[in-house]
């Protein structure tokens, strides 16, 4: 069972169209990440979060907003998206960070920007 | 900035055997921990193993082990006993302290019966 759940599972969304992303873990965590991920490459990390504070923004485009309201929750809200955004968007948690801890992953959502 | 290479893009096992991934990294840092995540198709990526650098022992985990060559910057997953679930992707990922987590291109790994 996954202690990281993200919601949709599935989403389909237009090129004019806003949508969010849904990520919470249950473990008492207090880092967390969002990773996105080509089919058959590795996850390439987009965002860090430090006690509800983004640490880390890999220079991702500003069509993707990321949003931690507390430290068990995660958002992603997408607006004016592209095709090539089309992926696995993977959650993640840790313990801390910065530090060196197992990040456990959620079970993704697989988007599809048409 | 640090590397992951995994030289492997796909293989293939036998059910019941032993097969062994590769991985290599390169770092100048003497203090770093090294993982092994499997992703299942279409399911999610989770924590087969990880390594300490500072430790000399090698990580074991049921069917799962590793050959850490910290010399070589070298750090391989073993699989014994295959079983048809193994059947996944394979990402070997290096991590220091207050840097992220860097992933290799990943290994397929196909378990027949």
């Known amino acids: 069972d996954t202690e990281v759940t993200q919601t949709p599972k599935h989403l389909v969304m237009g090129m004019t169209n806003k949508k969010s992303l849904k990520c919470e873990q249950h473990?008492?965590?207090?880092?967390m990440y969002w990773y996105k991920q080509k089919a058959k490459k590795p996850p390439e990390l987009m965002f860090v979060y430090s006690y509800e504070k983004l640490s880390i923004n890999e220079s991702v485009p500003s069509r993707f907003s990321p949003e931690c309201p507390n430290s068990s929750l995660l958002n992603l809200h997408l607006h004016a998206l592209q095709p090539e955004d089309s992926a696995l968007y993977l959650c993640?948690?840790?313990?801390?960070?910065?530090?060196?801890?197992?990040?456990?992953f959620g079970p993704g959502t697989r988007l599809t920007v048409t | 900035a640090q590397t992951v290479t995994q030289s492997q893009p796909e293989m293939s096992v036998q059910e019941a055997e032993t097969v062994t991934l590769s991985c290599t990294y390169d770092?100048?840092?003497?203090?770093?921990?090294l993982f092994w995540y499997k992703q299942p198709p279409s399911r999610q990526m989770i924590l087969v193993i990880r390594?300490?650098?500072?430790?000399?022992q090698n990580a074991t985990e049921n069917r799962f082990s590793v050959n850490f060559q910290k010399a070589a910057k070298s750090f391989s997953l073993k699989i014994s006993d295959s079983q048809l679930g193994d059947t996944a992707m394979y990402f070997c990922a290096f991590m220091e302290y207050g840097n992220k987590l860097v992933f290799g291109a990943g290994t397929i790994l196909r378990v027949k019966s």
């Open positions: 390594q300490e650098a500072y430790k000399q």
């Open positions: 993640a948690s840790s313990q801390e960070w910065p530090g060196v801890y197992e990040q456990y």
């Open positions: 770092t100048s840092e003497n203090n770093y921990y």
């Open positions: 473990m008492g965590h207090r880092a």
